[in-house]
């Protein structure tokens, strides 16, 4: 029985075998790599999205509710076109704040 | 670098062991064993990858295991924690590559990566057998360095890599068929057909 025998892959075999042979010195690699450890994440992207997301869905609702229900936007709109600063103007700013942070904040842990 | 010593009171413990107390109790002597234990490996595999680039080859090892600390709760154990690392390892080689938009092994980077071996350790063969590796893609290239140097299966070749199982084998094919052309000389006598 013939065996054909690539001389390409007993080369590269030869090779690998003396370089997975061969050990790299760690030389303070382990402990740069420790020192460079930060916290783990404790909880992942996807639960912290829906966390942040949870949060300002119900700060929304709450602001909506505790400043007159449906017509809080329409009253911050008209309030802000005006040039008044009202409590729905107030807390539509602290909304867009809001969102703002939540967004920079999920753009972050990306 | 300090003297400070890492507690080697690991040692004794499986790759799973170790992982098991990072995951319970954020334990860094346990990961400090998994790095001191895989080092080694990761960082001889990415020179291969950038050509003997060292410095290049140590920050992307670096930031391996500092990624396979901060994501380890997404470790299934569907592989092993060397062949998960070399994925790790190669979305980070792939990411400096693009952000530095340069092909990492050049003429330059084997020069390198032969200076800093001593001459007689380089025989004329292992020599020409880089030098035909420098003709190759970087797909191609990355896979002799998987399936051989990591002594890693076409499976786990095409998890590390993130391509299909026949496209390893169609890269290895390549591979050595360039390899070969480019090494024609040392065919020796007989070799293809030797009698068993």
Known sequence: MNIIRDPIDDMLKGDAAQHR??????????????????????????????????????????????????????????????STMTQAAVSFFALVATLIAVSIATAHDR | MSERKLTGASAGYTDSDLIGRVLLRDDRNAFAELVRRHQSQLRASLRKMTGGNMAMSDDIAQESFILAWRNIKSFR?????????????????????????????????????????????????????????????????????????????????????????????????????????????????????VAA
């Open chain 2, 77 to 193: 154990y569907e592989a092993k924690f060397s062949t998960w690392l070399y994925r790790i390892a190669f979305n980070c080689w792939q990411s400096e590559v693009r952000r530095k938009h340069e092909v990492p092994m050049d003429g330059n980077a084997i020069h390198e990566a032969e200076v800093t071996a001593p001459e007689s350790d380089l025989t004329g063969v292992r020599r020409d057998l880089l030098r035909a590796m420098e003709d190759l893609n970087d797909a191609e290239r990355n896979v002799i360095v998987q399936c051989y140097y990591n002594d890693l299966s076409h499976e786990e070749a095409a998890y590390v890599l993130g391509m299909p199982l026949g496209t390893v084998k169609t890269h290895i094919l390549k591979a050595r068929e360039k390899m070969r052309a480019k090494l024609a000389a040392y065919r020796p006598h007989g070799s293809e057909g």
């Open chain 1, 21 to 82: 042979d061969s050990y790299v010195d760690d030389d303070g690699f382990t402990l740069r790599v420790v020192d460079a450890l930060g916290p783990r994440a404790s909880i992942s992207t996807a639960m912290r999205f829906f966390i942040l997301g949870g949060i300002t869905l119900v700060a929304t609702l709450c602001v909506a509710f505790l400043s007159g229900g449906g017509n809080f936007l329409v009253d911050a709109a008209m309030d802000i076109a005006t």
